[in-house]
């Protein structure tokens, strides 16, 4: 079995500011835990960097021209109060979609059974026309509009366990039928979004809010009883993964209080129904966890189940 792992150095330049929790540290963490044992057979290549033109296919051209533009040379640029740029974020949020969809090329041509894209900054939350919450361009969403324009896939799912709702995601998603998004995520939390009556046009959006404190046994129902029957009968050609591990007990931006031994569950589970539904076919993403040593930890238990599968 063949895991890839895509990174770049440029994805610790991007520097959103001192004491922000979306700092370099995390890809620092994260890429000293693959330095670890048991990772030596993982695939290493660079992200590449993608054409603005596949970033338009989510989100509108004069957005993207306008986050180029306010790109610093120095100093700093924020979008928002939360999503800073400093004068490496232009090309690091471009290698970070970059390394999804030259992932899924990868795995669709089965040179690779699936992969791991350590990068940054995060995507999630990247509105068509909007940043964040510390995301410029929504790289999960970037790559499922890739899969099919590139591959020709009818169907591609993107599940979402970070500890905040995708509300970039499910937007660009809930009028496509060939598009399924699912959920896990704090409610009420940030962004606001992610109710379990939001279903999507063509009822392809799948949320399971779950209140501060509910832990691991409401983790695994809300997949065992909710997204992973959606998934299945959604049957994609193509699973996606958004992998945040803030929802981590130590992590200090929420509090639903899993433990790392959840993400190497909720991975076995998932990979069990991409082996059903797509020949295992899997591209997982980097996107929030906040507490260096969990992030490291929880990374490293999701992708030694990808290496295993």
Known sequence: MTTLLYSHPICIEH?????????????????????????????????????????????????????????????????DPDTGMSPASGEATRRAAGAVCDAIDKVMKGDADN??????????HAESSK?????????IAIGA???????????VAVIDFDVHHGNGTQHMFEHDPG??????????????TGAIDETGEFEN??????????????????????ILPALRKFNPDLLLLSAGFD??????????????????WVTRKLLS????????????????GYNLDALRESVQAHVRVLMAD
């Open 145 to 155: 509009m890739h899969g099919r324009a590139r591959h020709g896939l009818e169907k």
């Open 179 to 192: 598009l399924f998004y699912g959920s896990s995520h704090q409610w009420p939390a940030y962004p606001g």
């Open 115 to 124: 992969a791991f894209c350590a990068v940054r900054p995060p995507g999630h």
């Open 205 to 226: 959006i799948f949320n399971v809010p779950m209140a501060p404190g509910e832990g691991s046994q409401a983790f695994r129902k809300g997949y065992e009883k909710g």
């Open 15 to 79: 520097d959103p500011g001192q004491g922000h929790p979306e700092c370099p540290d995390r890809l620092r963490s994260v890429m000293a835990g693959f330095e670890e044992g048991g990772f030596a057979a993982l695939e290493r290549h660079e992200a590449p960097e993608i054409d603005l033109k596949e970033v338009e296919q989510v989100h509108e051209p004069y957005y993207v021209e306008q986050v180029f533009e306010k790109m610093p040379t120095e100093g700093r640029v924020y979008l």
């Open 247 to 264: 929802a981590h007990a130590r992590d200090p931006l929420a509090q639903i209080n899993l433990e790392t031994e959840d993400y190497d």
């Open 131 to 139: 940043a964040m919450g510390f995301c410029l361009f929504n790289s």
């Open 273 to 288: 129904v991409a082996d059903e539904c797509c020949a295992g076919k899997v591209v997982s993403l980097l996107e929030g």
